[in-house]
């Protein structure tokens, strides 16, 4: 039997190797992809392979992940629960679409991931398996092994002879791409416990950023970001240097109480620098490209197109659908918006477009001779005649 395991070097799927292959007498093939973590993925790899895995793929899927899976989320100004900007869970979709791809390519039976029986993450990467491969083997360990604890796990690597380092472990987990780092669990399971201060990452802390603001401008065409401040940027190449510039300002730290799809609540600390930068600013180039209409329908689909992501149904039909309908909005969204990043505030002080809808004539306060002001009086009564007839009826108390 041959099994791909998505791989990440860490305890519990190095461990996954040595079990695997003692439980199902299995060819065990480790896959890591490269979503912009920062990690030394070379030794990853020796490390798969010196733990067991009879061969070892790194795939470098950091442009692929930015361009068709972060694009787009943001195109549709996805956040969940009004505040996550679903760093972990756009990651996963593309993790099990190349872990399929492998495991048609070597003709393994199963694919088996490292996620807990309690988060979110099974549910994405097995939902994904499903829809992409239906005759699929899942093999999910968490679920299966005698494992209870952290300390149960190092007893088992150390019996099997695989390398765990004797380092102290993170009071918290955590999880990293080019989009965000997320950190969980430990002393965070207190929502009251604030997190610790040497814990972030990719920012500095808003009280330490430069007193002087950093301004930039982002260009913009169909819905995607192209430029910053006129120098034309790949899509990885763009949030890599937007992760630099905001998080050096402070830019892009959340705190926040979930509620996880399999039904429990979870604490939860993230930084997103750039893609918050990137959330803002599209939100400002729409606001002069939309139709009232299609700009109040189209954020009436956000909490609907972000649970598709946060729950795991990236390739479903609706999710699909609700994309379409959202790039066709996207046509118009070119133009140019400039932004001021200081101390952890991203403001946008300016936005422009070929295509705008603002128009001066219509909105100045001044003498104009295309609004006539008393053709609003008629407006207001037409509107005004159903809250007249519930008064009048004594409907309206």
């Known amino acids: 039997m041959k099994i791909v395991l998505a791989y990440s070097g860490g305890l519990d799927t190095s461990v996954a190797i040595a079990w695997l292959r003692e439980r199902y007498n299995a060819k065990v093939i480790a896959y890591c992809a490269d979503l912009g973590q920062g990690e030394d993925l070379e030794a990853v790899r020796e490390k798969a392979l010196r733990t067991g895995a009879v061969r070892a793929y790194v795939e470098d899927l950091r442009e692929e992940f930015v361009r068709d899976y972060i694009f787009p989320m943001l195109r549709a100004n996805a956040v969940y629960e009004g505040t996550y900007l679903l760093g972990t869970s756009i990651a996963r979709p593309l993790i099990a679409k190349r872990q399929i791809e492998i495991a048609m390519k070597e003709g393994a039976e199963a694919v088996s991931h490292g996620a807990t029986g309690k988060g979110n993450d099974q549910v994405r990467f097995e939902l994904s398996y499903y829809a992409l491969k239906p005759d699929i083997q899942v093999i999910a360990p968490w679920r299966e092994w005698p494992f209870d604890s952290r300390e149960s796990l190092i007893d088992y690597a150390k019996e099997k002879g695989i390398d765990v380092p004797v380092t102290k472990e993170k009071p918290y987990s955590t999880d990293q791409n080019i989009f965000h780092i997320s950190y969980e669990g430990g002393v965070l399971e207190d929502p009251w416990a604030g997190p610790p201060d040497d814990m972030f990452t990719m920012t500095v802390p808003p009280e330490r950023a430069p007193d002087r603001p950093?301004?930039?401008?982002?260009?913009?065409?169909?819905?995607?970001?192209?430029?910053?401040?006129?120098?034309?940027?790949?899509?990885?190449?763009?949030?890599?240097?937007?992760?630099?510039?905001?998080?050096?300002?402070?830019?892009?730290?959340?705190?926040?109480?979930?509620?996880?799809?399999?039904?429990?609540?979870?604490?939860?600390?993230?930084?997103?620098?750039?893609?918050?930068?990137?959330?803002?600013?599209?939100?400002?180039?729409?606001?002069?490209?939309?139709?009232?209409?299609?700009?109040?329908?189209?954020?009436?689909?956000?909490?609907?197109?972000?649970?598709?992501?946060?729950?795991?149904?990236?390739?479903?039909?609706?999710?699909?659908?609700?994309?379409?309908?959202?790039?066709?909005?996207?046509?118009?969204?070119?133009?140019?918006?400039?932004?001021?990043?200081?101390?952890?505030?991203?403001i946008v002080t300016g936005r422009k477009s070929p295509h705008s809808l603002y128009s001066p004539e219509l909105a100045t306060f001044e003498a104009d001779a295309v609004y006539d002001q008393k053709d609003a009086e008629g407006f207001i009564k037409l509107n005004a005649l159903r809250l007249k007839v519930r008064r009048l009826t004594g409907e309206g108390g």
């Open 214 to 346: 950093a301004v930039i401008e982002i260009g913009y065409e169909e819905g995607n970001p192209v430029t910053i401040n006129g120098e034309r940027l790949s899509p990885f190449e763009m949030l890599s240097l937007l992760n630099r510039i905001a998080g050096e300002n402070g830019i892009g730290r959340i705190d926040i109480v979930e509620n996880r799809f399999v039904g429990m609540k979870s604490r939860g600390v993230y930084e997103t620098p750039g893609g918050t930068v990137l959330q803002v600013a599209h939100r400002a180039l729409e606001s002069i490209t939309l139709d009232r209409e299609v700009f109040h329908l189209k954020d009436s689909l956000i909490v609907r197109y972000a649970e598709c992501i946060y729950y795991g149904f990236w390739f479903s039909p609706e999710r699909e659908m609700l994309q379409k309908m959202i790039d066709s909005t996207q046509e118009n969204v070119t133009g140019t918006v400039r932004l001021k990043l200081y101390k952890g505030n991203c």
